[in-house]
């Protein structure tokens, strides 16, 4: 498995060494996966929407819709 050697500011460092029971090299490893995955999906999800004609509002407008819709679903399923 290939190295990375990560510089950190001194007083974080302080801090990391506070936790000794964390594996800090398993954490690093796991978010840089989780960050790899997010960026690949947002790349895919330009490249999807690279041609859209919606605007932000109507994205804005579409995603309060869908909210409040779900909304309305979970109180009907509670009740």
């Known amino acids: 498995m290939p190295n990375i050697t990560l510089s ?3 007083e974080l460092k302080k801090k990391m060494n506070l936790l000794p029971e964390v594996n800090w090299s398993e954490t690093m490893r796991e ?3 989780e960050k790899v ?4 999906l947002l790349k895919k999800l330009d490249k999807m929407l690279e041609n859209s004609e919606l605007t932000e509002k109507d994205c804005i407008r579409i995603g309060r819709e869908a909210k409040k819709s779900m909304h309305k679903k979970f109180l009907k399923d509670v009740a």
């Open 37 to 40: 995955k997010r960026s690949l």
């Open 8 to 10: 950190v500011p001194e």
């Open 31 to 33: 978010l840089l996966s």
